[in-house]
């Protein structure tokens, strides 16, 4: 099966640098995916890594390392709107395109 | 992209009942997924369902508590059957590959 660790919640203040890190097991790793869920929405995608290295998307970057099963996300330039949960999401080669997730990082922006 | 809706948007119901949750997506897709989202937790899947074969569960799942139909390549419903207070929860149904899209969701809460 596949296992998933993030942190439960981040507190920041605006135009500060938040990273979410991930870490997972799973017998089929394909790539790893972050969503963005704001309460009472529904999850949007906001990135996907298959190999290693960095993806860089605006304000969110994301990173992936194989070799140690780990990843992060990376607000840069934070703003009250990017008070959300955020997931990080493994596909599994053996699974198609089935998607297990993890349990979610509540980020709280203050001002 | 992929624009999907599904109805009702909300329900309460009382213990013992059913209900059938509608999904509808703007394009023909292979597979389409149904997860679960108690409140404050994490995506679990529920099930993947493809157009002309029987849905595949995940475990901690049957068919009899939560049948799936898909009679096209653009519909899929999603029962929840003989309900407890247990299955309040939002359902939501997903499609796509590396970037999942996701339906505005149905929260359910069961009296």
């Known amino acids: 099966g596949q296992s998933l660790e993030q942190p439960s919640e981040v507190t920041a203040v605006e135009g500060a640098i938040v990273q979410i890190n991930c870490t997972y097991q799973t017998s089929g790793f394909y790539g790893l995916s972050w969503y963005q869920q704001h309460d009472g929405g529904a999850p949007t995608f906001l990135s996907y890594?298959?190999?290693?290295g960095l993806e860089e998307t605006g304000r969110f970057s994301s990173f992936l390392s194989r070799s140690d099963s780990y990843g992060y996300l990376l607000l840069q330039e934070l703003q009250m709107k990017d008070s959300a949960s955020y997931f990080c999401a493994v596909r599994d080669r053996a699974a198609g395109n089935k998607l297990t997730f993890g349990g979610g990082t509540r980020v709280l922006v203050k001002p | 992209s992929a624009v999907i809706s599904q109805k009702p948007s909300r329900d309460i119901c009382q213990r013992g009942t059913s209900l059938t949750i509608q999904c509808q997506v703007d394009s023909q897709v292979t597979m389409m997924f149904w997860y679960r989202q108690q409140p404050g937790q994490s995506l679990t899947l529920i099930a993947t369902?493809?157009?002309?074969?029987?849905?595949?569960?995940e475990s901690g799942f049957v068919i009899d508590k939560f049948p799936i139909s898909r009679p096209n390549l653009t519909f899929s419903t999603l029962t929840v059957s003989n309900m407890s207070p247990e299955d309040s929860s939002i359902y939501l149904c997903?499609?796509?590959?590396?970037?999942?899209?996701f339906g505005p969701g149905t929260r359910l809460t069961v009296l």
């Open positions: 369902a493809n157009q002309g074969s029987e849905a595949t569960y």
């Open positions: 997903s499609v796509g590959g590396v970037e999942q899209f």
């Open positions: 890594n298959a190999l290693d």
